[in-house]
């Protein structure tokens, strides 16, 4: 067990954090590493984005103990999360030399303690996710790369340092999931990782049972992680689920990250109705900083189910969010409203809007843009099933299929592709994954030079049945199909995922 040492406290308010930028050169070869009660309950404040709480507990922090550096770490923490959840570029330009000032400060504290470099390689990668955020990939790599240098440090000279290991986890996922196209990335890294690795570490935080206040603290942070990895790239749902029940047992919490990170899993499983119950439930504090992107996902739960008071959900997200990403998914989800109603035109209309706004930098962003772009009305059938499906309703996803003859709504050849792909799903989720695959093969066959995305997560699909039944060879050569195919849409997303099929077949059987 350690001592838990600390560092300076927070400022007021973000506009007079450069005022205490001469404060930070003064912290002598004295200053220490102490996370106090003060600090605690700040660091409980940040997760639920209660900022003004938080640095509250810091100044009072920052008075009774000047030489405690901890305040420094949790601060960026505070920057971080306005960056992030924000994305207001003119903060971010403003408050890079506090960054820069603050790891100079950390730098000067006692190497005595195993929060040294736990607090620098955690604020150097929070501030690459700021930077990946922007599109700064190449300096967000090599913050990566420090970030991973003083957690390994720091795991060979306190192996017994349980919070370390969230920083090891993450450094060492974020590795084995760089895409073929951004091998450059990797390299600067220079870190070699797999998203198994990382699993492993975050877990061996999420599931610390010891008596340690501090360490206990730090379970919530892995689990967010964890939820993240499992939403996105797990193959096995119950897997994914498993960590919705850790959150309900090691954390009761409601804040807005925890709700995030539970109704992300829930949505991504097929619980529709227990995320939308999470969401639409969820307490708004005027305290916390606002997180408007839990707008767009309720807005989304409920799209999900052909709820069309969705519009209301996109149109305060679109009201309020003063970010880029996201912008135009949610007007082509605006437009899907207006259009599942029947009025084209307020399809189109939107649409529009989704040329003139936001930034197409992300999957689901790019993905509407090149349906704006099109100028072609969706395949309605396709479209409800597609949303259907998505919320887990999957009788009612067949049932758009199986209801109509085929020929009434199957008119060009990316219906020919789309329709193969959408039963497969169907199938796959609702129990019978044999079934599945011989639809996944069709749809594979149709449309593998195609520019959809569906032959692509076919084949992805297919590994994941594969790799669930033991039968490693075929779930291989099915996560290389994956690859194979050159989509136009979530060629990176999809890569990423069977780029981690083929990790986990490596380290877990090799």
Known sequence: MYPHHTRPKARFSIIFLLSWAFLFS??????????????????????????????????IERSSDPGNLIPLYLENYIDYLTLFISEDHSHYDKIKPAFMNRLDALEKGLDSSPYRDFCLGESNLQWAFVQMKFGEYTQAALRVRKANQYFTTNAKRFPEFIPNNIGLGITHFLAGLVPDSYKWIATIMGINGSVSQGLRELKSVANYSGSDVIYNQFKPQALLYMAMVSANLGKDKSEALKVVELFARNNGSSGPLIIFARASILMKNGKNEKALEILSQRPHDPGSFPFYFLDFMEGNARLNNLDTSALTNFTYFLGHFRGEHYIKSAWQKVGWLKFIKGDTNGYRQAMVKVIGSGNASGEEDKQAQREAESKQLPNLVMLRARLL????????????FLNRPSKSYLFTRKDLVEYPYRLGRIYHESGSPDKALGYYRLAIQRGKNDPWYFAASAALQMGFIYENKGDLVRADSAYHVCLECRPAEYKASLSQKAKAGINRIKTDHP
């Open 26 to 59: 003064s912290y002598s070869s004295f200053s220490q590493f102490n996370y106090s009660t003060g600090c605690q309950n700040a660091y409980q404040d940040i997760l639920n984005l209660k900022f003004q709480d938080a640095q509250r507990h810091l100044t």
């Open 389 to 400: 499906f998505d919320g887990g309703y999957y009788e009612k996803a067949a049932a758009e």
